[in-house]
Structures are given as structure tokens and as C-alpha cells.
């Protein structure tokens, strides 16, 4: 889709961003006891992501958004593989330790700058979580 100047992009599909969570159970996924949590995670993101696209972001917007939550979604994953303990705890509560204190999981390959955009997609993560409504 492209942008038809700015401020003037068309709405984002949120049907098509929410197909595209689908996939990442098993994009997320180093074995099989991987992707149910994996699919708890995304169905906790989801109401995220309609909320994000009630807000009139841009569609750029969203799909960063989008991407900053596959990268959360997989840094969650990939720590349970090293602290297999916490496989029994529930999927909204590996969120909020994921984004605690409003910033997400330091990711190794990730420039200062996607690491700062990664962080403001954790504080909008952690105050939907927290929101009371």
C-alpha cells in the first residue's frame, strides 16, 4: 500500500495485521512446547493491536508496532528456554515482566535507535495491560 501523501495514507486493514499474528507461534517457536505459549502470547496481543488501530495511527505506525510485538513475543519465548520455570505462569504476566518499567527486552541485534522504538512500543504495551477498561 502506498502512502498517497502524508497524513493522507489510507486506514491500515486491521483484519490483514491481525492474519499476520498467525504466523508467529511458530516463527517464535524452538520446539513444540513453544507454540501453545506462543499462541497465548499472540491472542493476548491481539486486543492490542485493535486498540493501537482504534487510534487512528498510521499504518507505518502500526507495523512498527506490529514488528515491535513479534520481537517482545519471541524475546519472551526464547527466555523460557533458559528459565523453563516459567512455562507455568500466564501469558499476561510474561508480558508485563517482559515490558516492566516501560521498557522492553535488550535485544543483542538491535540498533539504539530500533531499541528506542522498541521501548515505546513497551510502554504502550505495559499501560494497555495495566489499564483497568
Known amino acids: 500500500m502506498a502512502p ?3 497524513g493522507h495514507e489510507r486506514p491500515a486493514d486491521i483484519d490483514a495485521l491481525l492474519a499476520l499474528m498467525d504466523d508467529w507461534p511458530q516463527s517464535w517457536a524452538g520446539d ?4 501453545p505459549i506462543g499462541r497465548h502470547l499472540a491472542a493476548v496481543l491481539r486486543p492490542f493491536m485493535t ?3 482504534s487510534e487512528k495511527l ?3 505506525t502500526l507495523r512498527r508496532h506490529l514488528d515491535n510485538l513479534w520481537v517482545i513475543g519471541g524475546e519472551i519465548i526464547r527466555k523460557l528456554n533458559y528459565e523453563p520455570a516459567l512455562r507455568t505462569r500466564p501469558p499476561t ?3 508485563l515482566d517482559a515490558v516492566a518499567d516501560g521498557e522492553a527486552p ?3 541485534d538491535l540498533t539504539e535507535t530500533e531499541q528506542t522504538a522498541l521501548d515505546a512500543t513497551a510502554r504502550k ?3 494497555f495491560l495495566t489499564s483497568p477498561t
Open 4 to 6: 498517497r501523501g502524508r
Open 32 to 35: 513444540e512446547d513453544d507454540e
Open 51 to 53: 486498540r493501537l488501530h
Open 58 to 60: 498510521s499504518p507505518r
Open 93 to 95: 504476566e510474561l508480558l
Open 106 to 108: 535488550l535485544v543483542d
Open 125 to 127: 504495551l505495559l499501560r
